[in-house]
Nanobody, 123 residues
Framework: QLQASGGGLVQAGGSLRLSCAAS????????TGWFRQATGKEREFVGG????????YYSESVRGRCTISRDSAKNTVYLQMDSLLPEDTAVYFC??????????????????WGQGTQVTVSS
């Protein structure tokens, strides 16, 4: 089970750090991704971290503003978001793909999902 937290209301230009805590299973050595879904839009890939933690891949819309990290001791993956824009407003989800060997951007390939945390960026 995954639980995302850390969302909230922030002004444009601000920062947030989202957490994805796993319980009952480990997210270590698992491809873990962050996705977001704005109202009326499809869920989209934000970024992911590889099983070895050596590779991180971000969507073009957040590249340079977001950083994904993993603390295996805490069984938690983080999404640090800086220089937030109003268009970053969405519900953010974390997901784990236990059968994945590399980061992929499609939702169907991730089999464990957190419940989502709302991020609202005001202009």
């Amino acid at each position: 089970q995954l639980q995302a937290s850390g969302g909230g209301l922030v002004q444009a230009g601000g920062s947030l750090r989202l957490s994805c805590a796993a319980s009952g299973r480990t997210v270590s050595n698992t491809v873990t991704g962050w996705f977001r879904q704005a109202t009326g839009k499809e869920r989209e890939f934000v970024g992911g971290i590889s099983r070895s933690d050596c590779i991180r891949y971000y969507s073009e819309s957040v590249r340079g503003r977001c950083t994904i990290s993993r603390d295996s001791a805490k069984n938690t993956v983080y999404l640090q978001m800086d220089s937030l824009l109003p268009e970053d407003t969405a519900v953010y989800f974390c997901a784990a793909g236990t059968s994945l060997s590399r980061i992929v951007t499609t939702t169907d390939d991730y089999n464990y999902w957190g419940q989502g945390t709302q991020v609202t960026v005001s202009s």
